[in-house]
């Protein structure tokens, strides 16, 4: 779960420049900009968001599944199923989606609230305690069987997620087989009984200055993968940073470890996929 403030809108954080002229080409899709600062800017955001498709998948038993769908042009391409930080299927992680299909992804950002997306922490909050975590688990579980048969897949998926996405990265990957796992300080408070499902390896981002996600709940992850016969399945990065520090529009952002920390979750993502 996201701290009120490590995953608040930015306070007094200075704001990423962009000249007018390439905002302009970005617009008309004649230039490319950083992540980051497409992210940081709502109207940008919702321009690279308007490239995804809005998605429904059927699962068996239950409503569809609902999602923002981003195509490489490649085909035989890996998948990743992203998940939302608390706010839910918001411009951002649209965005983030269109990006990874950029970089030749099959790239599915799924929508676990069926909401629209909080704008506020007490809409945000409101939206975590009306999660079904049975129905949630049950509609991840369908998006990576969906993902996998995809025709213009490889068949190998990865799951990626930030802040309750990154916990519920973790809890998809349990819930069954994938070929990586990316968590962006996430929940990972697991016993060794629950991490034996695991079937692929893992990736860890987080921050020293996080007081949710601290180096003692990672620690305790730590010691539960190798209790778990998995300890050579994790790799776990610490940036001096805090809680949020890869949203840039999050109080706490740090753009130096954000873009390390992107370098090294491609380079995971693009091993262990393909």
């Not at 998948?79 to 992804?105: C, M, P, R, T, Y």
């Not at 992107?262 to 393909?274: E, P, Q």
């Amino acid at each position: 779960m996201c701290d009120l403030d490590g995953c608040g809108a930015h306070k007094e954080m200075p704001p990423i420049i962009i000249p007018d002229e390439q905002r302009r080409a970005f617009l008309k899709g004649l230039a490319a900009l950083p992540l980051a600062a497409v992210l940081f800017d709502p109207v940008l955001a919702r321009a690279q968001a308007d490239t995804v498709e809005m998605i429904e998948i059927d699962m068996p038993g239950g409503a569809p599944v609902k999602g923002a769908l981003a195509l490489p042009d490649a085909e035989n391409a890996p998948a990743l199923l992203l998940v939302h930080e608390w706010w839910g299927l918001n411009d951002q992680i649209k965005s983030v989606a269109a990006e990874f299909a950029k970089l030749g992804f099959i790239a599915f950002a799924i929508d676990l609230f069926d909401a629209e997306p909080a704008t506020t922490p007490d809409g945000a909050m409101a939206l975590i305690k009306g999660l079904d975590a049975d129905l949630a688990t049950k509609k991840l579980v369908t998006a990576i069987d969906w993902l996998k048969k995809n025709p213009q897949g490889n068949g190998k998926v990865g799951t990626i997620g930030w802040c309750f996405g990154g916990g519920w990265s973790l809890n998809a990957s349990l819930a069954t087989p994938v070929d990586a796992t990316v968590i962006y300080y996430g929940n990972v408070a697991k016993t060794a009984d629950e991490l034996k499902a695991l079937k692929g390896p893992v990736l860890g981002n987080f921050g020293t200055e996080d007081q949710n996600i601290d180096a003692e709940m990672v620690a305790g992850f730590e010691a539960a993968m190798k209790e778990a016969g998995k300890a050579g399945e994790l790799t776990v990065n610490w940036y001096t940073a805090d809680h949020g520090f890869a949203n840039p529009t999050s109080a706490r952002y740090d753009a130096e470890d954000t873009a390390l920390a992107w370098d090294r979750t491609l380079a995971f993502l693009k091993a262990n996929l393909g």
